[in-house]
């Protein structure tokens, strides 16, 4: 099943049966099988050919992000074993934010490994509060959330200010429109975070501010699946600018554009940690290098 999932996500992400059977050096009769084993152990149509392109179908759609999450939950997996084999190494313990996760850690972390190959890196996720808590307790070493505390025992340093800005894909009617502004949102087809995430809270709070109305065609709490859903939705969405890097938004068909009204949305990530006294050398050096990664990787 995990195979014929991976196999899935790459017909999506390609829209075409003839570049993805060249990208997973399948025969284009195989990867026909394998979809359509998919198709017949659920029992739906997951693509409809326009052309020589295939398109999701709506519960094609649900597929993918489902797709997507197994593939995330496999390389955790091998990411995982890959520690186990590895011999033992210095240990520091960082949590994130979800929003983090999905914008500036990636990133940051691959920089902060390269410079410091010998330390072993464990991630804790959760919300901005149990972070803080975790960091309180002594159950992680430093965070990054994406906001400021200010809390008697922890120092935060600000690392960079983000904000939202609207992507649509090329040829969309906002494409055309190089100043759109808030009203032009009202009625608009979007994909938006999930309820319960600080993302959702933001954009909510924006439109209640405005009066906007937008026809919320998905609720997603992954940034990954938002972007490779936009052209097949021909829909708009409000993303973090940290996530929007040029050559995503070039492979995915998709433009970014500033409104004046987004300004509004910018908040400051930060890096949270308790007494220096109670860390370890490690974690004081990769303290000392974290905002130069940061200015480096995000090229702010």
Same mark, same amino acid.
């Given at each position: 099943?995990? =195979?014929?999932?991976?196999?899935?996500? /790459?017909?999506? =992400?390609?829209?075409?049966?003839?570049? &993805?059977?060249?990208?997973?050096?399948? *025969?284009?009769?195989?990867?026909?099988?394998?979809?359509? $084993?998919?198709?017949?152990?659920?029992? +739906?149509?997951?693509?409809?050919?326009?052309?020589?392109?295939?398109?999701?179908?709506?519960?094609?759609?649900?597929?993918?992000?489902?797709?997507?999450?197994?593939?995330?939950?496999?390389?955790?997996?091998?990411?995982?074993?890959?520690?186990?084999?590895?011999? =033992?190494?210095?240990?520091?313990?960082?949590?994130?934010?979800? /929003?983090?996760?999905? /914008?500036?850690?990636?990133?940051?972390? $691959? &920089?902060?490994?390269?410079?410091?190959?010998?330390?072993?890196?464990?991630?804790? /996720?959760?919300?901005?509060?149990?972070?803080?808590a975790h960091i309180r307790d002594r159950k992680?070493?430093?965070?990054?959330?994406?906001?400021?505390?200010?809390?008697?025992?922890?120092?935060?340093?600000?690392?960079?200010?983000? #904000?939202?800005?609207?992507?649509?894909?090329?040829? #969309?009617?906002?494409?055309?429109?190089? #100043?759109?502004?808030?009203?032009?949102?009202?009625?608009?087809?979007?994909?938006?975070?999930?309820?319960?995430?600080?993302?959702?809270?933001?954009?909510?709070?924006?439109?209640? @501010?405005?009066?906007?109305?937008?026809?919320?065609?998905?609720?997603?709490? *992954?940034?990954? &699946?938002? +972007?490779? !859903?936009?052209?097949?939705?021909? &829909?708009?969405?409000?993303?973090?600018? *940290?996530?929007? @890097?040029?050559?995503? !938004?070039?492979?995915?068909?998709? +433009?970014?554009?500033?409104?004046?009204?987004?300004?509004?949305?910018?908040?400051?990530?930060?890096?949270?940690?308790?007494? $220096?006294?109670?860390?370890?050398?490690?974690?004081?050096?990769?303290?000392?290098?974290?905002k130069e990664s940061v200015v480096e990787t995000?090229?702010?």
């Amino acid at each position: 099943m995990l =195979e014929d999932l991976l196999v899935f996500t /790459t017909v999506v =992400e390609q829209s075409s049966l003839n570049k &993805a059977s060249k990208l997973l050096n399948l *025969s284009q009769p195989a990867l026909s099988r394998k979809i359509t $084993k998919l198709e017949e152990e659920w029992g +739906v149509s997951l693509f409809t050919r326009k052309g020589k392109r295939l398109e999701l179908t709506r519960v094609g759609h649900e597929a993918y992000i489902y797709a997507l999450e197994q593939r995330q939950r496999h390389q955790n997996f091998l990411r995982s074993v890959s520690r186990f084999k590895a011999s =033992e190494r210095s240990v520091v313990t960082l949590g994130a934010s979800l /929003t983090t996760i999905q /914008t500036t850690l990636p990133p940051l972390v $691959k &920089a902060l490994m390269e410079k410091f190959p010998d330390i072993e890196l464990k991630l804790v /996720t959760g919300k901005t509060h149990e972070i803080v808590a975790h960091i309180r307790d002594r159950k992680v070493d430093l965070g990054v959330v994406a906001s400021s505390i200010s809390e008697a025992g922890l120092r935060c340093i600000p690392l960079f200010q983000d #904000h939202l800005e609207l992507v649509v894909p090329r040829g #969309h009617e906002l494409a055309e429109n190089r #100043h759109p502004g808030m009203e032009d949102l009202n009625g608009r087809s979007m994909i938006v975070f999930s309820k319960g995430t600080w993302y959702r809270k933001l954009i909510d709070d924006l439109f209640g @501010r405005y009066g906007i109305i937008p026809d919320i065609r998905m609720e997603i709490d *992954s940034f990954e &699946a938002i +972007v490779r !859903l936009l052209p097949t939705c021909k &829909a708009a969405a409000l993303l973090p600018k *940290s996530y929007l @890097r040029k050559q995503m !938004l070039q492979d995915n068909g998709l +433009v970014s554009l500033q409104m004046k009204e987004l300004d509004q949305t910018r908040r400051e990530t930060c890096l949270v940690y308790g007494d $220096k006294s109670e860390l370890s050398m490690e974690t004081q050096e990769w303290i000392s290098k974290i905002k130069e990664s940061v200015v480096e990787t995000l090229a702010l």
